[in-house]
Antibody, heavy 119, light 107 residues
Framework: QVQLQESGPGLVKPSQTLSLTCTVSGGSISSTSHYWTWIRQPAGTALEWIGRVYTDGSTNYNPSLQSRVTISLDTSKNQFSLKLTSVTAADTALYYCASHGGNAAFDIWGQGTMVTVSS | DVQMTQSPSSLSASVGDRVIITCRAG??????FHWYQQKPGSGPKLLIYDVSTLQAGVPSRFSGSESGTDFTLTISSLQPEDFATYYCQQSYINPPTFGPGTTVEMK
């Protein structure tokens, strides 16, 4: 059974780059028909889809974040990563990695990792 | 973005109660609609996908239905493990969007 685990710094300074990694276990990240996704949840607000990477490396991003986001695969480590540049306090949130098939129902989730943007 | 609204935002119920949560999409989203359950300290868990299909391992007391842009999650007989927050989500139009959540609390 595929499992996901987020990792990365819990504190990032304003204007710096937030970097998170999601490690995939129990299956290959190169598995066909899977999309690997990042979603975040600021305290007290709705879940927000950040973007996704397909097994061929192609990406789609939320237009609201597109200018600051990069999601990429590392097949050698069975990981995918999130980079969010020029962060502000508004980027403080619980960050989840997740995956889905063709219908974009997120069927596998990590436990989430809290990232706080503060000096 | 497609706006998703949920009602109620929270409810109090007892074990054995029938619980109904509704979600409304801001525009037509066809069958690309899903429900999740989230408990503190864990990521959301997919309960129902494509409006009414139960994810593997989800008890049959959960069911989903739709009428136009209105969607319903029904728990036929609430169990102790069902006290949680429930989210709806559409995946018909990018970006995928989620509802604000409904918290089911113990009465």
């Amino acid at each position: 059974q595929v499992q996901l685990q987020e990792s990365g710094p819990g504190l990032v300074k304003p204007s710096q780059t937030l970097s998170l990694t999601c490690t995939v276990s129990g299956g290959s990240i190169s598995s066909t028909s899977h999309y690997w996704t990042w979603i975040r949840q600021p305290a007290g607000t709705a879940l927000e889809w950040i973007g996704r990477v397909y097994t061929d490396g192609s990406t789609n991003y939320n237009p609201s974040l597109q200018s600051r986001v990069t999601i990429s695969l590392d097949t050698s480590k069975n990981q995918f990563s999130l980079k969010l540049t020029s962060v502000t306090a508004a980027d403080t949130a619980l960050y989840y990695c997740a995956s889905h098939g063709g219908n974009a129902a997120f069927d596998i989730w990590g436990q989430g990792t809290m990232v706080t943007v503060s000096s | 973005d497609v706006q998703m609204t949920q009602s109620p935002s929270s409810l109090s119920a007892s074990v054995g109660d029938r619980v109904i949560i509704t979600c409304r999409a801001g525009q037509t989203i066809r069958k690309y609609f899903h429900w999740y359950q989230q408990k503190p300290g864990s990521g959301p868990k997919l309960l129902i996908y494509d409006v009414s299909t139960l994810q593997a391992g989800v008890p049959s007391r959960f069911s989903g239905s739709e009428s136009g842009t209105d969607f319903t999650l029904t728990i036929s007989s609430l169990q102790p493990e069902d006290f949680a927050t429930y989210y709806c989500q559409q995946s018909y139009i990018n970006p995928p969007t989620f509802g604000p959540g409904t918290t089911v609390e113990m009465k």
